[in-house]
Antibody
Framework: QVQLVQSGAEVKKPGASVKVSCKAS????????MHWVRQAPGQGLEWMGW????????NYAQKFQGRVTMTRDTSISTAYMELSSLRSDDTAVYYC???????????WGQGALVTVSS | QSALTQPASVSGSPGQSITISCTGT?????????VSWYQQHPGKAPKVMIY???KRPSGVSNRFSGSKSGNTASLTISGLQAEDEADYYC??????????FGGGTKLTVL
């Protein structure tokens, strides 16, 4: 069965960077786009971008251009999302989520809480 | 991209049917049959209930159904049950190979 297991919670200071990992299993890692979505406390879901694990192509939401980098390591079926220049309003749960193959996100990781605080 | 528009809250009694709307534009909902609906209970990750507009993943009750008319997609839950109480989000594929979410709807089962 498809599983996405994310790294643990992180506490960062303003201005720092954070890198969240997402280890995939149960399917061919390079066969499906991986998206990253975040959710601030008490708020809705916000799309950050996707990476094509096969080609390494990426597409980032305009809001995060210049601050987010999505990468992957196909040898260990793991995707990464790095967000830099962190601010307090970046405090959120960050999810990786796999497509069904059609632009619809179907499988979700358990989420990783990132807290930005001085 | 602008978020899709959902009602902030809906409610219904057990056994009733409710519908949650999700309004977008010709750049997303209106142009692609790629709307998904997610259920999220407090402290949990979202769970897909409907994808590609009308498809239900295995294990999801057939009480959940999706439809679309023009720029508005809808999620209908029939035979409401207490465990359906949750937040519901829609998403749509959008121009530029992007994804856009709705603001979320809180469903209360009275």
């Amino acid at each position: 069965q498809v599983q996405l297991v994310q790294s643990g919670a992180e506490v960062k200071k303003p201005g720092a960077s954070v890198k969240v990992s997402c280890k995939a299993s149960g399917y061919t890692f390079t066969g499906y786009y991986m998206h990253w979505v975040r959710q601030a406390p008490g708020q809705g879901l916000e799309w950050m971008g996707w990476i094509n694990p096969n080609s390494d192509d990426t597409n980032y939401a305009q809001k995060f251009q210049g601050r987010v980098t999505m990468t992957r390591d196909t040898s260990i079926s793991t995707a990464y999302m790095e967000l830099s220049s962190l601010r307090s309003d970046d405090t959120a749960v960050y999810y990786c989520a796999r497509e069904a193959g059609s632009g619809s996100v179907v499988y979700w990781g358990q989420g990783a809480l990132v807290t930005v605080s001085s | 991209q602008s978020a899709l528009t959902q009602p902030a809250s809906v409610s219904g009694s057990p056994g009733q049917s409710i519908t949650i709307s999700c309004t977008g534009t010709n750049s997303d909902v209106g142009s692609y049959n790629l709307v998904s609906w997610y259920q999220q209970h407090p402290g949990k990750a979202p769970k897909v209930m409907i994808y590609e507009g009308t498809k239900r993943p295995s294990g999801v009750s057939n009480r959940f159904s999706g439809s679309k008319s023009g720029n508005t997609a809808s999620l209908t839950i029939s035979g409401l049950q207490a465990e359906d109480e949750a937040d519901y989000y829609c998403s749509s594929y959008s121009d530029g190979s992007t994804l856009v979410f709705g603001g979320g709807t809180k469903l209360t089962v009275l």
